[in-house]
T-cell receptor, first 115, second 114 residues
Framework: GENVEQHPSTLSVQEGDSAVIKCTYS??????FPWYKQELGKRPQLIID?????GEKKDQRIAVTLNKTAKHFSLHITETQPEDSAVYFC??????????????FGKGTLLTVNP | EADIYQTPRYLVIGTGKKITLECSQT?????MYWYQQDPGMELHLIHY???????EKGDLSSESTVSRIRTEHFPLTLESARPSHTSQYLC?????????????FGPGTRLLVL
């Protein structure tokens, strides 16, 4: 089955700096890669996702890049703010075209943005 | 409002008790999932369902059971709670049609077994 590795497990940055979280996946058939943000005591919420036919996607201060050849994808947050502090999870899925409707999650990255 | 609802939100119970955690979604999604998560930690898939009368065990072995008699309802039952079951339980769902792979999570149930 799919295996997703996520690094780093913790990341501390100064407000205004950029943050990068990286994930690798093992199954070359995976074609959907969402990122979830989970604030303390809250549910995980989708912040951005990318499909394998796209190399990069951006939404204001966050962006995701995908390298299918190397089987890795990354989350980039620019101009970080204290409210970006949370646990971020990457995930991978083979998607609706196949029989696997499960997401495989990374172990999470605790991002702390210091004022 | 279309959403995923979980009850109770918090539960403290003694060892050996039977408990059922409720999950309902009003989004018409076919696929539903249960995850176990210690606060801020990894999400472990324990059960999932692709539709009515369909249930499967997830990647993490669990002593719980699930049922899916109605599309919108996916309850999780622990026949005999133990302290090792103390955790947060998150329900999620996703649509079937089109290329909608996104899973939406409920607010979670925090369970403490004494």
């Amino acid at each position: 089955g799919e295996n997703v590795e996520q690094h780093p497990s913790t990341l501390s940055v100064q407000e205004g700096d950029s943050a990068v979280i990286k994930c690798t996946y093992s199954d070359s058939a995976s074609n959907y890669f969402p990122w979830y943000k989970q604030e303390l005591g809250k549910r995980p919420q989708l912040i951005i996702d990318i499909r394998s036919n796209v190399g990069e996607k951006k939404d204001q201060r966050i962006a995701v890049t995908l390298n299918k050849t190397a089987k890795h994808f990354s989350l980039h947050i620019t101009e970080t703010q204290p409210e970006d502090s949370a646990v971020y999870f990457c995930a991978a899925s083979i998607g609706s075209g196949g029989s696997n409707y499960k997401l495989t999650f990374g172990k999470g990255t605790l991002l702390t943005v210091n004022p | 409002e279309a959403d995923i609802y979980q009850t109770p939100r918090y539960l403290v119970i003694g060892t050996g008790k039977k408990i059922t955690l409720e999950c309902s979604q009003t989004m018409g999604h076919d696929k539903m999932y249960w995850y176990q998560q210690d606060p801020g930690m990894e999400l472990h898939l324990i059960h999932y369902s692709y539709g009515v009368n369909s249930t499967e065990k997830g990647d993490l072995s669990s002593e719980s059971t699930v049922s899916r008699i109605r599309t919108e309802h996916f309850p999780l039952t622990l026949e005999s709670a133990r302290p090792s079951h103390t955790s947060q339980y998150l329900c999620a769902s996703r649509p079937s049609l089109g290329r909608q792979e996104t899973q939406y999570f409920g607010p979670g149930t925090r369970l403490l077994v004494l």
